[in-house]
């Protein structure tokens, strides 16, 4: 089904760029288990979704369109505006890889989750950052 300019305009002011759903997901079941965290924390090189500075622990939740999940395969799917989004999805994936070896030489553990991880497999991405944080998930 094509869409008109108007209703993709339209669709793309809809996505939100923090407490998505995919990010609120992953923070209730972080803060059933008891724990605490800072989001979207500004002050830590490229504004982790999630963050223990003490611990220099970021999360970073992957939507898989503006991250280029499968990117190689899927850029064959845009259709309109192809000028625009192939560059604009590359230089996020640069961004990211950017981002995370920035963190790392800065002594930082980097979580990157992409969304549909997130849904599919919350309890394995909530004891990867317990591990990473030094919790055990057992109490």
């Known amino acids: ?3 008109t300019k108007e209703q993709i305009s339209y669709n793309m002011k809809q996505v939100k760029n923090k407490d998505s759903g995919i990010e609120l997901l992953l923070r209730h079941a972080l803060w059933e288990k008891g724990i605490r965290y ?3 924390v500004k002050d830590v090189f ?3 979704d999630i963050a223990w500075k003490t611990k220099k ?3 970073f939740i992957d939507g898989e369109f503006w991250h280029g999940y499968d990117w ?3 850029k064959k799917d845009i259709k309109s505006n192809k000028e625009f989004w192939i560059p604009k999805i590359e230089r996020n994936i640069q961004r990211d890889i950017e981002v995370t070896e920035h963190l790392h030489n800065e002594g930082w553990t980097v979580l990157r989750f992409w969304g549909r991880d997130v849904k599919k497999h919350l309890n ?3 004891q990867t950052i317990l591990e990473a ?3 055990d998930g057992k109490d």
Do not use: L, S, T
Request: charged share 35%; proline share 5%.
């Open 133 to 135: 944080i030094g919790k």
């Open 1 to 3: 089904m094509n869409k």
């Open 38 to 40: 800072r989001k979207n």
């Open 124 to 126: 394995e991405c909530v």
């Open 46 to 48: 490229g504004h982790p």
């Open 72 to 74: 190689e395969n899927r």
């Open 57 to 59: 622990v970021a999360v």
